[in-house]
């Protein structure tokens, strides 16, 4: 059943700044002439070019005579972008919106985050950083970007036709002012209601000092695998990582165990809704632990996409697939079921729902 393309602009964590976190979106079912959202902006125009070089069919199939003024290219696709996604306003998230500010065609466009991200966003866009193009005024004309609170209150908002956001609070880690805060997305095809999670950099709540993870699950848990069947998930770091210098940031172990989690809460989710349709004893029982084989499987389905790995140029391999590997090794004596993926540069993700990559590794599920 169709529910959303996706094509992934970027999808590093740095220090390579032509391949950040940048993801297009659309519903299935719509041209991408017909309306893009930018879901984070770290690489942009630029990376995009790229890929087009590589990929011209990339947006589809062009007549081979097609008139050259309606060509399409990385300008003309920034320019139907109507609305920015962002998690948090950390430069690799932003920059190509930053730099684009002052160009970038097409009518009015939002820029929804929390309303934290949007006041450091005003930080940058002040006259001193970069020039003050954006504002919260709707109805000033001489703006092209307009901020727009997202609250994490639980609801979903509808930010684009026939797609609604849930935004939830995530931590990443600390610094001297307190802790750091990131969001998390759960993006809905209004029409078919199947949705996909979207996580913003993001600490294990094994070492947070607020855990938020554990709702982020609690939340999906009843809704995977049917309407909820994949998530985006940042993995900064390869395996072994200390967890004093994880930075607010994920590494495989790390991913393994918040993968339990979610599992585990799946299957706590499933027996409630049994015992809700009256299919377990009245008797109220304690509720044990969840023994590691009630797991196996629990996750068939899902597949999980790995980003935001932080490149490490000593690698040979690129390091997101270095890092999907460790993390495909050790998910595997879990069994949990779940595909695992890297969301690679140049990937176009969708056109059938549950989730098929038309470019892409093969996988394996652990
Ligand atoms: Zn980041
Ligand atoms: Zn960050």
Request: aromatic share 8%.
């Amino acid at each position: 059943m169709p529910a959303f393309d996706i094509i992934v602009v970027g999808s590093g964590g740095g220090l390579d700044e032509t391949n950040l976190s940048g993801y297009l979106v659309k519903p299935c079912e719509a041209s991408w002439d017909d309306g893009i959202v930018a879901l984070e902006a770290g690489s942009g125009h630029g990376a995009l070019r790229h890929i087009m070089k590589r990929n011209p069919d990339i947006f589809g199939e062009r007549p081979a005579d097609e008139d050259p003024s309606k060509r399409i290219t990385p300008f003309t696709v920034y320019s139907n972008v109507k609305c920015f996604l962002l998690t948090h306003a950390h430069l690799d998230h932003i920059g190509s919106l930053v730099m684009s500010a002052g160009t970038i065609g097409g009518g009015s466009k939002r820029i929804y985050g929390s309303p934290q991200t949007l006041r450091d966003l005003e930080t940058v866009f002040s006259d001193r950083v970069w020039p003050r193009l954006a504002t919260y005024d709707e109805t000033n004309p001489l703006f092209r970007l307009v901020y727009h609170a997202i609250h994490a209150d639980g609801k979903y908002k509808t930010i684009f036709p026939n797609i609604s956001v849930r935004s939830m609070t995530i931590s990443h880690g600390k610094n001297d002012s307190g802790l750091y805060e990131s969001s998390c997305f759960f993006v809905k095809h209004i029409p078919t209601k199947h949705e996909f999670i979207f996580f913003g950099d993001v600490e294990p709540d094994s070492v947070a000092i607020k855990p938020k993870n554990i709702s982020v699950w609690r939340a999906a848990a009843p809704k995977i695998p049917h309407d909820l069947s994949a998530v985006f998930i940042e993995c900064s770091y390869p395996a072994g990582r200390p967890n004093e210098v994880l930075w607010g940031h994920l590494s495989p172990d790390h991913l393994v165990q918040e993968m339990i989690t979610l599992a585990t809460e799946v299957v706590l989710a499933r027996k409630s809704s049994k015992s809700r349709a009256g299919l377990r004893p009245k008797k109220k029982q304690k509720r044990n632990p969840i023994p590691p084989e009630a797991l196996h499987g629990v996750l068939t389905g899902l597949k999980v996409y790995i980003m935001h790995c932080k490149e490490h140029f000593s690698t040979e391999r690129p390091i997101n697939h270095v890092i999907g590997d460790q993390c495909r090794e050790l998910l595997k004596p879990h069994n949990l079921g779940v595909e695992l993926l890297t969301a690679d540069q140049g990937m176009k993700i969708g056109e059938l729902f549950p989730w098929l990559p038309i470019v892409g590794p093969t996988l394996d599920v652990c």
